[in-house]
Structure formats: structure tokens, C-alpha cells
């Protein structure tokens, strides 16, 4: 295996320490990913520089001619605080022909407008909830296509930021207060869709051309009380604390009914070459009592840390974290010979 150079752009302040000696796991949980990413691409043999990034973009132009990297494994979420800007970083890299890991920039702009995404699939047939946009300066009205239960989400943002057990609504006047707190206090605009009951299953792909899809992995929330609905809420994804308390625990989907990976499956992939995604990305899905399979969204941004979901459902089909994170920067550097290739 060619020995290359990578230059692992991240937020400047989670450029992990030397030595994680001492640390809990709390204490790394910020930059584990950073971490994980960079010890194995040592594993690996490749060179890497890191390169810790908030708001200039000076540093990475000189870095680029200075240390010529192969390829940019891209571990930055934002720039100047704005995740939204992380498409335009990418949009550089593509006027430079430099290659990068992970979606190209026209499918990671989907991420970052979830309607427009939704807009599309739909087009395409693809299961969905049913949705409707709240723009910020619009009234709100229910349409007539939506009913109840319904639950209220952002537009933009991704790690379930304002979804709590509150964004799930069941009359006209709560779900005009959770658009407003969506509108006012996470300041994006909205989107309300049908609320799924069901199993939260997570299916990562890889892939630019050839696509692979990853064991369907499930949530699941065993000690939540019975009154709360089972959704992966902002506390449940980022407070260690209440994930203990309430056993959360992610593991490969058993008794799936008759068919249904083989669906999930397909809708991933068409998804994925839909929204022209590249690199690897992580759909979710409710899978309704029925057997109703509903795409919620598509994240090209999923984390990779070793241990997480979509490392541990690579894992469970044979793929080491090492082989995994070889494949990324292999993709990326794919990915960009098919650019130039193709003009
Ligand atoms: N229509 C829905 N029906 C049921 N649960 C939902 C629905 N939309 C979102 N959720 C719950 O909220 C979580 C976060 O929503 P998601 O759309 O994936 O946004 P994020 O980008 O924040 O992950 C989901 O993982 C799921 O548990
Ligand atoms: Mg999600």
C-alpha cells in the first residue's frame, strides 16, 4: 500500500493531546474521532499533518502548496461556527483538484437543507414521512395532508439540536409554540412531518461509483419510561450520563421482517446517488409496526470514531476500523481522478 501524505483538517480546538494517558472517556469524547482518525492513519504508515482550522482560510491555502498533500481527511463540522460553510471549504478543495475524504460538496449542501433534500426524494419516490417546510418568516398554518402526531424539527441542524420529547406535538396550538421555539431559539427554519412510531434503524454506505451498504444497526432505549416515545432526543445522543441511566444501546437489527433489509438496502443506495452523495454517508430510518419503512434523513457527515455505529456496523460485515478508514482516504483519492476524468 502506498504510503501517502494526509493532512487531517479539524476545528483547531479539538486537536486531540499528545497522550491520552489519565483521560476518561468523558474527557476525550470531544476529539475522540480526531483521535481515532489520526492514531490509525499512523497505524497505517501514511504520514499526516494536522492542520486545526476556526476561521481563516489562509492557513489551509499555504498548507495545501507548502506540504502538497495526497489527500485532506476532512474531520472539520465548521467554519467561523457555521457547519453550513463546510460545503464552500469543500468547493475549494475541488477548484484546486485537491483531494479530500468524505461527500463532495453539492451533497453535503443537502444536509444542511434538509427540505431541499426532502423536496427532491420525493420526487423520486422515495418513503418518507409525510413534511412540511415552516419557513422563518411565514405564518404558521397546518396543511390539511399533515395530522397528528407530528414532530417539529430544524431545517439545518443535525445531532437532534432541538429535538427533545417536547418536539413531538398533537394539537394546533403546541405545534405553533415548538415551530416558534424551532424559529426563535435554534433560528432556522422548521420542518414538521408525520411522527413515525417505530424501530430506529441506521444503515451506513460507502461507496463513489460501487456502492456498499452496512448491517442495519437499531436503538434501542430499554429503560425510558413507557410514557416517553422512543426518539433519539438531543439528551439521549449527547448526555453519557442519561444514556447509562436510561441502558442505551446500539447494536446490529435482528428479526427484521421478511424483505425489509433488502428494501432498506436498496432505498440507501438510491438515496445516496440521488442526493449525489461520495465518500460514505449514514441514512436513517423508523421502520413502522406495519412494516412501513420511512426514510427520516441522510447524514454524509456520520461519525466516525472507532466504536461507533458506523465503525461497529463496518465491523460486524468484516471491515476493521483500519481497513475502514484506508477505504475513505481511497475513495477520496477516487474520487477525484473520476472528476478530472470526466472533465
Ligand atoms: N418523523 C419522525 N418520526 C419519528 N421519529 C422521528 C421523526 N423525525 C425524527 N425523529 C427522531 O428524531 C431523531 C433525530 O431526527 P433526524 O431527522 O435524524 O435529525 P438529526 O439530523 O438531528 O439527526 C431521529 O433519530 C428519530 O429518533
Ligand atoms: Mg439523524
Redesign the pocket.
Known sequence: MKKLRVLALMHEALIPPDSIEGLTDKDMAPWKTEYDVLFTLEELGHESLILGVCNELDPIGQTLRDWKPHIVFNLLEEFNGQATHIPYILAYFELLKQPYTGCNPLGLSFAYNKALAKKLLSYHDIPM?RFQVFPREQSIQRPKHLSFPL?V?SDT?????G?SQASIVRGDRKLKERVEYIHDRIRTDAIV????DGR?LYVGVIGNRHLQTLPIWEMFFPRLPDSAPR??TSKIKWDLNYQTKIGLKTRAATNLPRGVPERIARISKRVYRILGQSGYARM?F?LAPDGGI?L??S?PRPDLAYGEDFAESAHKMGIRYEELIQRIVTLGLGYQRQQHNAG
Open positions: 414521512p414532530i424539527k441542524d443535525h445531532g437532534s439540536v429535538i412531518e408525520e411522527y413515525i430506529e426518539i433519539a436513517d423508523r420511512y427520516l434523513e447524514n
